[in-house]
């Protein structure tokens, strides 16, 4: 069974940084993009950031462009996001997710975790 | 960039009665399409990828259509558990990965 677990989520003052991370299980984790998906309170869906499967392509939407950072960790089956300047409007619930494959959508989702900034 | 618009916001409708959802793209897509469901609180879950097909364990009340910029999800007989938030995300032009803006479901 997939399972995606994020965790490093909480509340962080503005201009601060903060590190998720998700822990995969289930599927061979080196053999796929995974993605971070934000959904700000009572907003819709915003891709933020991938990487390939082996790690050495990372993108990002313009808005985080600069100042998060995607990664992975193969050998621990973890993915991660390193936020940094965090500004008011990155409050978010941020997904980890699995992509089906090349050109394919998010097959599995993590239940999220929230960071909050706020002064 | 490419932009996704959803039709309507929402969709006011009984138990047992049928849906029909819009997703339009600026651009030609061809099949690069999804579409999710969120339910409240909890993470959007797959339907439909490549316009048409079903993912893993969804029903077959749920099916899609479409191609090129104007895409359709149909759900054939609302079950309870359908009245959520859905959206649609383009997989040809990327980054960013493009979602719509969603279509809420609620109960007439």
């Known amino acids: 069974e997939v399972q995606l677990l994020e965790s490093g989520g909480g509340l962080v003052q503005p201009g601060g940084s903060l590190r998720l991370s998700c822990a995969a299980s289930?599927?061979?984790?080196?053999?796929?993009?995974m993605s971070w998906v934000r959904q700000a309170p009572g907003k819709g869906l915003e891709w933020v950031a991938g990487?390939?499967?082996?790690?050495?392509?990372?993108f990002y939407a313009d808005s985080v462009m600069g100042h998060f950072t995607v990664s992975r960790d193969n050998s621990q089956n973890t993915l991660y996001l390193q936020m940094n300047s965090l500004r008011a409007e990155d409050t978010a619930v941020y997904y980890c997710?699995?992509?089906?494959?090349?050109?394919?959508?998010?097959?599995?989702w993590g239940q999220g975790t929230l960071v909050t900034v706020s002064s | 960039e490419m932009a996704l618009t959803q039709s309507p916001a929402t969709l006011s409708l009984s138990p047992g009665e049928s849906a029909t959802l819009s997703c339009r793209a600026s651009?030609?897509?061809?099949?690069?399409l999804a579409w999710y469901q969120q339910r409240p609180g909890q993470a959007p879950r797959l339907l439909i990828y490549d316009a048409s097909n079903r993912a893993n364990a969804i029903p077959a009340r749920f099916s899609g259509s479409g191609s090129g910029t104007d895409f359709t999800l149909t759900i054939s007989g609302l079950e309870p558990e359908d009245f959520a938030v859905y959206y649609c995300q383009q997989r040809l032009i990327w980054p960013p990965f493009t979602f719509g803006p969603g279509t809420k479901i609620e109960i007439k």
């Open positions: 997710t699995k992509e089906m494959g090349l050109t394919k959508p998010f097959d599995y």
């Open positions: 651009q030609n897509i061809g099949t690069y």
């Open positions: 990487i390939n499967g082996l790690g050495s392509e990372p």
């Open positions: 289930g599927f061979t984790f080196s053999h796929y993009a």
